[in-house]
């Protein structure tokens, strides 16, 4: 009976350490595999955000800088063609104020 009893305490003990050994072993992984890759995705997708957003407002920018240079291309068309007029001056520089305000409304800066 008693030979017994030492193999069923030895086999609770190797259970018991087999136990711990298991829990050890997953908090390791946990806190030097999982951790450390959780977070470099983190960042590397953080990043490419980053570029990401970098592009579109570089993007903005180049659109809102040509719809600026058509602006100013038709007031200067408009002058040209009303040199003598004051009224058609007022007008184009009317038009022209109303046209950047489009484009910066259209393409806001960031």
């Known amino acids: 009976m008693k030979n017994e009893q030492t193999k069923i305490d030895k086999a609770v003990e190797i259970s018991i350490v087999a136990g711990a050994l298991i829990v050890g072993l997953s908090i390791a992984y946990y806190l030097v595999i999982y951790i450390p890759q959780r977070d470099k995705a983190k960042a590397e997708q953080q990043q490419q955000e980053k570029q990401i957003l970098e592009k579109q407002r570089e993007k903005n920018d ?22 003598e007029s004051s009224p058609s001056w007022d007008r184009a520089e009317k038009t022209r104020e109303a046209d950047q305000a489009n484009c910066y409304k259209q393409y806001p800066q960031k």
């Open 62 to 83: 180049l659109v809102r800088a040509n719809c600026l240079a058509s602006a100013e291309v038709f007031y200067y068309q408009q002058t040209k063609n009303a040199i």
